[in-house]
């Protein structure tokens, strides 16, 4: 009987340390009903416009989109954020060139998810909700892991080099107008 007692004793000590250090996940299908609200409410973030230009043709056109507490966190900037605050939710909707709506990114800042990796949660959606990708997504890590100095998150208007684009994207087309802004950024 004392063993058991121990036990008893030993699993409601043990029990708070275990809740507490356990990683609430949202299901892809919560974290995009999230993101459709963000579409929804058009919380831009903060740098971002509407129908800024993508590097290629498959987001020819992007919006940056953020819930409050990332808005919040980059208040200053995105350039200015060395980390955002746990549930920044930060998406980015990826038109083609007729500003169709082909798919969404997100990354969701989950306490304790991925600490190599800024705890950020990756997840890309088609329109209707299909998930392309979701959770530890080594390509989305890799690319993000260049922004390391703003929390592994692009600001707004981040012009990356053709090279590092066709590294991540080895088989979609540049956008034209995207490589006109490279061409004069270097220029100036």
């Not at 903060?46 to 409050?68: E, F, K, Q, V």
């Not at 169709?100 to 329109?127: I, S």
Request: net charge positive; with cysteine.
């Amino acid at each position: 009987m004392r063993y058991w007692r121990k036990v008893v004793v030993l699993a409601a000590i043990m029990a708070p340390v275990a809740v507490s250090a356990a990683v609430k996940v949202p299901k892809a299908a919560t974290l995009f009903k999230e993101v459709q609200a963000l579409e929804t409410r058009g919380a831009l973030l903060p740098g971002s416009h509407l129908w800024m230009y993508g590097s290629r043709m498959a987001d020819y056109y992007t919006i940056d989109r953020a819930n409050s507490i990332a808005v919040k966190g980059a208040a200053r900037g995105v350039r200015h954020v060395r980390r955002f605050p746990a549930g920044s939710l930060y998406i980015k909707e990826n038109f083609d060139e007729h500003k169709v709506l082909k798919t969404v990114t997100a990354m969701l800042k989950v306490p304790g998810y991925d600490r190599a990796d800024r705890n950020w949660l990756m997840a890309a959606y088609k329109p209707n909700g299909q998930v392309i990708a979701y959770g530890r997504v080594a390509s989305c890590i890799a690319c993000h892991a260049e922004a390391r100095t703003t929390d592994f998150t692009f600001p707004p208007l981040t012009q990356l080099p053709i090279s590092t684009v066709h590294t991540f994207f080895p088989h979609q087309a540049i956008s034209p107008r995207y490589r006109a802004l490279l061409a004069a950024h270097k220029a100036s």
